[in-house]
């Protein structure tokens, strides 16, 4: 009896370790069941460690990762999740008992197999809560679409793109602020219960203006965001080859980006980014366009004598009207200047006048981990490790190309890009050779397309380092010498359920 109760105890640990890390992976992964399913596939192989023969079978020991970027939160959903499994655990511990008197299975036996369950169990307590879910998330939004009704002055700007978007909130926000009381979607909130959310509990009667900035992975995701926050105006920032191994195509990409578009009232307005060639060639039959470009003229807004440096940017914006005026920000790279032009298009047209923004300007702050300075003397970080696409991995090359010293690049390669992922990470990898000194790849596997692309550029093989983790990486490249700063671009850093 003793043996078996340890037996018991031992597997209830092993249970809810790997219970616990496969619901981390559920959280980051949306919820969604057929991502999970995905996930579980891919890493099947690398989520136990400990094979311990114990009488009548073996005992597992799961191998969650050390260390995580994104911790779990144990949300109002997460306890109900756990409490159903809890329940479902307790069947399957009976049961194992009663078999063993009546049949004499094999106890231990019956606990090794539920090891094996846990990460279906999991999907299991996900469908048996899912009527409740759903009845929740319904409340709720019905209760932020009452309080948004309720706010008939409140001016709606939705903003999506495959890239760029986080960053024209932040600086549309720093903009209109100079008029308004506004009210942005934090961080990187951009799902439908996360906007529900944001307005149920922090959106008032002072509000003047809500940006909403509005994800997806799927055709409908903006549809669905759409239909809570009903904007009046929209902002198309870039599409682009992002999510691909969930939208398969880059025809599924530009229309979901464009369902924000087709969700406006008449009298609504869409500003589009006119140097994306996917947006500029599906306006034609948007009637309320107002354009924005940093490389093209046009009826719309556009800049010129875009002046870059490592202290920052400085560029001229042209109205429709034809009215011009002189802007200068902190932030480096020649790409930001597109987005800047799309926030002042939209707060000139909010009754914002362009001489009153240059100083609102000023005070644009980078967003953190996209191309944030960290100035340490004798080295300098670039971080732009929170998400890599093609354009914004080449954009942060041709940054770190603006200064001087030995520039380095440390990054895992790009992920999510479907069947042209190999070949786009080849491509960066013959960008990052033109620009770099010391390359350092994160990750053997994932990043053998790169690798291609350096050493078929004709980059020296001594001066490309391939390691396991981002620390090694960095300590490497902490104890490389050199007479000259240290340049080192972050690029990307892969989440914890890649």
């Known amino acids: ?95 194992a008992w009663w ?6 299975a094999s106890y231990v036996t ?16 996900n469908w048996i809560n899912g009527p409740m879910e759903k009845a929740i998330r319904d409340r709720y939004t019905r209760d932020a679409m009452k309080k948004l009704d309720a706010h008939s002055s409140l001016t709606v700007i939705g903003i999506t793109g495959s890239y760029g978007k986080t960053s024209m909130k932040h600086y549309l926000n720093t903009l209109l602020r100079a008029k308004f009381n506004v009210l942005m979607t934090p961080g990187s909130i951009n799902t439908p219960m996360g906007v529900v959310k944001v307005v ?19 055709a409908g995701d903006i549809r669905e965001l759409c239909e809570i926050a009903r904007p009046q105006y929209g902002i198309l920032t870039s599409i682009g080859p992002q999510h691909l191994e969930s939208f398969l195509t880059i025809e599924n990409v530009i229309a979901t980006k464009f369902e924000l578009a087709n969700a406006l009232p008449g009298y609504g307005m869409l500003f589009a980014n006119a140097d ?6 599906n306006l034609e039959k948007y009637p309320n366009v107002t354009t924005y470009s940093a490389a093209a003229e046009g009826n719309g807004y556009h800049t010129k004598d875009i002046a ?25 790279g ?59 991995a080449k954009a942060a090359l041709n940054t770190l190309a603006l200064f001087d010293g030995m520039k380095i690049l440390v990054t895992p390669g790009m992920i999510e890009l479907g069947p042209k992922q190999e070949e786009l990470n080849k491509a960066f990898g013959a960008q990052a050779a033109a620009v770099c000194d010391v390359i350092v790849l994160v990750g053997a596997a994932q990043t053998k397309p790169i690798q291609a692309g350096v050493l078929e550029a004709g980059f ?34 892969l989440p914890d359920n890649f």
Request: charged share 25%; with cysteine; net charge positive.
């Open 1 to 95: 009896m003793i043996f078996r109760l340890v037996i018991a105890v031992i597997s209830a640990a092993s249970s809810a370790v790997a219970f616990r890390h496969y619901l981390h992976m559920f959280q980051l992964n949306s919820y969604k069941p057929h991502v999970q399913r995905k996930w579980m596939r891919k890493n099947s192989g690398d989520n136990w460690k400990l094979f311990v023969p114990l009488a009548g079978g073996f005992l597992f020991w799961p191998k969650p990762k050390s260390q995580v970027k994104i911790t779990l939160k144990y949300t109002a959903r997460v306890k109900r999740l756990i409490a159903t499994a809890a329940v479902l655990t307790v069947i399957w511990y009976a049961l």
């Open 99 to 104: 078999l063993r008197i009546k049949v004499r």
């Open 110 to 125: 019956g606990l090794w197999a539920w090891q094996f369950f846990v990460p279906n169990i999991l999907l299991l307590a």
């Open 200 to 218: 149920r509990e922090e959106l008032n009667a002072a509000h003047e203006i809500f940006i909403c900035e509005m994800g997806a992975k799927q």
């Open 276 to 281: 994306n060639e996917y947006i500029a060639n």
């Open 308 to 332: 870059v440096s490592e202290r920052g940017t400085a560029f001229t914006i042209v109205t429709p009207a034809g009215e011009e005026e002189r802007f200068e920000t902190r932030l480096i």
């Open 334 to 392: 020649e790409h930001n200047v597109v987005n800047l032009a799309g926030a002042i298009a939209v707060a000139e047209s909010l009754g914002i006048p362009l001489k009153k923004l240059r100083g609102e300007m000023r005070k644009i702050e980078p967003v953190a981990h996209r191309l944030e300075l960290f100035d340490r003397g004798d080295t300098l970080v670039i971080d732009d490790s929170y998400n890599s696409n093609p354009a914004g």
């Open 460 to 493: 020296a093989p001594e001066r490309m380092l391939v390691v396991d983790t981002l620390q090694e990486g960095m300590a490497k490249v902490n104890a490389r010498p050199s007479v000259q700063r240290k340049v080192i671009l972050l690029e990307n850093d």
